[in-house]
């Protein structure tokens, strides 16, 4: 039981580049998330997916996009990747609670993202 | 849009002493507040959570406790230890879903 996968773990883009962050996870969960984590900045929802086949803007959705292939995976694309998207990105996955609040998030390992 | 403000930004104490994180919200719909711990290079671990129906949490020595009226919620370490030093972060679920907002976090420095 791996719980959530994340690849790669470090990268190094040019400006207007383009990449995907690919995550599964193996907990048969229904949702999953993608955040940045910057310096003095928390963790920000990127994008959010309740099921398979939806997909939600999160708080900094700007300059990115996402699929929800399966249940099991989600991927993240930078289409054109620029200095400000230089981030720890963070896959995760949850279930429900029962009476339909937030439950227990787990994230992956993280992927070191740096863009010149 | 909804936040969640945290506080202090650091905090360092002596081994021993105790540790107290506080952090605020503004939907008052929010119903789950966890708290994670990130270790430095490390990916954030849930360490304790509460559910808006409990006014507190204990787990040997940390503590939640919620104030739904004031929209507060803290966390509490007794007896600190320098293997809890890390960064920790409080989070808010957003109304009616399972996804959550994140405090900007509170790096703990336990001095030996």
């Known amino acids: 039981n791996a719980g959530v996968t994340q690849t790669p773990k470090f990268q190094v883009l040019k400006t207007g580049q383009s990449m995907t962050l690919q995550c599964a996870q193996d907990m048969n969960h229904n949702s999953m998330y993608w955040y940045r984590q910057d310096p003095g900045m928390g963790l920000r929802l990127i994008y959010y997916s309740a099921s398979e086949g939806t997909t939600d803007k999160g708080e900094v959705p700007n300059g990115y996009n996402v699929s929800r292939l399966n249940k099991r995976e989600f991927s993240l694309r930078l289409e054109s990747a620029a200095p400000s998207q230089t981030s720890v990105y963070f896959c995760?996955?949850?279930?429900?609670?029962?009476?339909?609040?937030?439950?227990?998030?787990?994230f992956g390992e993280g992927s070191w993202l740096t863009v010149v | 849009g909804e936040n969640v403000e945290q506080h202090p930004s650091t905090l360092s104490v002596q081994e021993g002493d105790s540790a107290v994180i506080k952090c605020t919200y503004s939907?008052?719909?929010?119903?789950?507040f966890p708290w994670y711990k990130q270790e430095l290079g490390k990916r954030p671990q849930l360490i304790i959570d509460?559910?808006?129906?409990?006014g507190e949490k204990k787990d040997q020595r940390i503590a939640v406790t919620l104030n739904k009226t004031a929209k507060h919620f803290s966390l509490h370490i007794t007896e600190t230890q320098p293997e809890d030093s890390a960064v920790y972060f409080c989070?808010?679920?957003?109304?009616?879903?399972?996804?959550?907002?994140f405090g900007t976090g509170t790096r703990l420095q336990v001095f030996p």
């Open positions: 995760a996955s949850s279930e429900l609670f029962t009476s339909g609040s937030g439950n227990t998030i787990y």
């Open positions: 509460i559910r808006s129906n409990v």
């Open positions: 989070a808010a679920s957003m109304r009616g879903t399972d996804k959550l907002i």
């Open positions: 939907d008052s719909a929010s119903n789950y």
